[in-house]
């Protein structure tokens, strides 16, 4: 089986891409290669974690970019040129454009920090999902996997793991076990899937093989 040519995108710490690097040292990520981290932003401490593991890297900072276009196109041309088979999303906070799912269909991965359709679309991202999710009172949450189209948290679900809310919990004590029990659970796992060719997507539905 040939092997599959990874890019982690990140904006910050780059916890789910440390999971991914503990899963390929682990062999957990079939003919899956990690090949390249790309960040938007120079201070992403996720660059000092691929540096440690040496994995090449990339910037493409955003703030350098007048448009969303052009930092849609910069972010394309950086994965083009490394021959990138797979694209996961891993805290990556900006919204390319269209143009991005196109360059890439159906190779694009996305973890979110809730059960998808709850809690995501717009404006859900980090802390801000946990407290919608405490704010609203619910007693389970979780994370999603899913394939990225152009409709923000809207591509068909490939993984889902419920974690229970615990009556003393914060956003963040709530972040944390979200993504030690699921999040850093399932990415690699999905990863691993994609790599051998075991996912297979009909419209919104993704049957694993």
Not at 164 to 185: F, I, N, S, Y
């Amino acid at each position: 089986m040939n092997s599959v040519q990874i890019a982690v995108l990140v904006s910050g710490g780059g916890t789910n891409l440390q999971a991914l690097i503990d899963a390929e040292k682990a062999g957990h990520l079939g003919p899956g290669q990690l090949a390249l981290t790309l960040s938007s932003s120079p201070d992403a401490y996720a660059l000092r974690r691929a540096a440690a593991a040496g994995l090449p890297t990339a910037v493409a900072d955003r703030g350098l970019y007048g448009g969303r276009e052009d930092f849609t196109q910069a972010v394309i041309g950086a994965l083009r040129a490394r021959d990138i088979g797979l694209v996961v999303l891993a805290g990556f906070l900006y919204v390319l454009s269209p143009a991005f799912c196109e360059a890439f269909p159906n190779r694009v991965l996305n973890v979110h920090p809730a059960l998808i359709p709850a809690f995501c679309g717009n404006g859900y991202y980090g802390l801000r999902v946990h407290k919608a999710v405490l704010d609203y009172g619910v007693k389970l949450t979780g994370a999603t996997v899913h394939f990225v189209t152009k409709e923000t948290d809207g591509g068909p679900v490939i993984l889902q793991k419920a974690v229970a809310v615990e009556p003393d919990d914060t956003p963040e004590t709530l972040q944390r076990r979200v993504m030690e029990q699921a999040e850093w659970e399932l990415l690699p796992t999905a990863v691993r899937l994609f790599c051998e060719g075991r996912l297979r997507v009909e419209g919104r539905r993704v049957t694993i093989l």
